[in-house]
């Protein structure tokens, strides 16, 4: 298909940009209705902090298995829309939470395949959402993606504060029958979301192949330092928020006031989206990854050293430099540092090392460390961890420092 066959056919750049920012609406807000709570609603079922820290674990290994899977295949499938497979794993991510929500006694057991289903294919999907807007960027239409992400972050925001008023007064359980019908909505979005019809997923798509996962850092010495530090980094950030309901409840707060402290949070991201562009332009996506490992850390650092809730409060506006940077600027950093054919893989292993491997390591920090410790120990350990996973970030910088410099010396100096 030539280039103005596929202007005649794509659909309009408005419609294209408007409903993918829906759709990160609707992601954000469905993962804020069955993760944000995660660990609140376990430890009501009777499960210990420890356990609850496995089921985190378990979701995000899940994650780790899948995301490779689901991005591998895409690869391999070029012919199948991306938006027919995210919708497939809604669709059965679907039937697992309601499960869930029908069998408020299952055991350590069920509560942990519950937990595989819901990891595994609908946290597991964003990578391929991304993708789906990210093949289009690519062929040159202007979607506005750290738009999209900014409006997701108040999304989940909005969610959060909302749940947190729905516990107040219809308690925890009933957080499961919002997640339902967000799932059935982000489903809806996905499935009428316009398929790529250009040159990159065509069948006959010549050219270089992708590459395998193994293959792919091994190729690429900066981008693997890169992705080390991020799994180091977010080892230790993610607890900030998966367990947020800990460390508000040792600074005195409530359940029901998670909402709030989960709200600032997550509006506090909506801002990265007004100058991320800018700060693009001047730091470049590697620079841009490093800095939200410093202020995710950081916010650890602020959050050990406040002593009340309204402190926690206080201390939830730096996420607008931590984790809400990180994830546009990870998305442009796998984008710019690994060749075209690898790039679905390419985030599918980001969101493995961030999102999964960071997010299971963190639950089980975060479980054994606030069994022995409580909230304080949890927070020193994920400051150390934040602080490792920065300096790892840093190193990988200066890795491309080292590579250009002894690329431009003149020969046999």
Not at 251 to 261: F, I, K, S, V, Y
Not at 269 to 276: D, S
Not at 290 to 306: A, W
Not at 354 to 365: I, Q, T, V, W
């Amino acid at each position: 298909m030539n280039s103005l066959d596929g202007q005649q056919n794509r659909p309009s750049f408005r419609r294209l940009d408007h409903h993918y920012i829906v759709m990160q609406a609707g992601f954000w807000a469905m993962f804020a209705s069955v993760v944000a709570y995660q660990t609140a609603l376990l430890l009501e079922r009777g499960f210990s902090n420890g356990e609850a820290g496995l089921m985190t674990a378990v979701r995000c290994l899940a994650g780790i298995v899948c995301q490779p899977l689901l991005g591998g295949f895409a690869d391999r499938h070029p012919e199948i829309p991306l938006k027919r497979i995210v919708t497939i794993s809604l669709l059965l991510s679907l039937g697992a939470g309601a499960w869930y929500w029908l069998s408020p006694d299952m055991g350590l057991w069920e509560t942990a395949l519950v937990w595989v289903v819901i990891g595994g294919l609908e946290v597991s999907s964003y990578p391929l959402m991304d993708a789906m807007a990210i093949q289009f960027i690519n062929d040159g239409v202007p979607i506005r993606y750290s738009l999209g992400r900014g409006v997701g972050s108040m999304a989940y925001a909005v969610v959060c504060v909302l749940l947190g008023l729905q516990v107040g007064s219809a308690g925890l359980e009933s957080t499961l029958l919002t997640h339902l019908l967000l799932v059935v909505g982000e489903a809806a979005l996905v499935a009428s979301y316009p398929a790529y019809r250009g040159d990159r997923r065509a069948s006959q798509q010549t050219g270089p192949k992708p590459q395998s996962a193994l293959s792919l850092l091994k190729s690429n010495p900066r981008f693997t330092l890169m992705l080390a530090g991020v799994l180091l980094g977010l080892t230790g950030i993610m607890p900030l928020s998966n367990f947020l309901v800990n460390i508000v409840t040792s600074r005195g707060g409530t359940e029901a006031d998670l909402g709030l402290a989960l709200f600032l949070m997550g509006a506090s991201e909506l801002p990265t989206a007004l100058f991320f562009g800018k700060l693009l332009r001047r730091l470049g996506s590697g620079k841009l990854v490093m800095l939200s490992m410093l202020f995710g850390t950081l916010k650890g650092v602020l959050l050990l050293l406040t002593t009340g809730y309204l402190g926690v409060l206080l201390v939830q506006p730096i996420q607008v430099l931590g984790y809400g940077l990180f994830t546009p600027a990870s998305v442009y950093f796998v984008n710019e540092s690994v060749p075209e054919a690898d790039r679905v893989r390419g985030q599918t292993v980001m969101m493995v090392a961030s999102n999964g491997l960071g997010g299971m390591l963190g639950g089980l920090l975060a479980g054994c460390t606030l069994d022995l410790g409580g909230a304080n120990l949890m927070l020193a350990g994920c400051i150390a961890c934040g602080c490792a996973g920065t300096v790892l970030c840093l190193l990988a910088l200066r890795k491309n420092t080292w590579i250009s410099s002894f690329q431009n010396r003149p020969n046999g100096v």
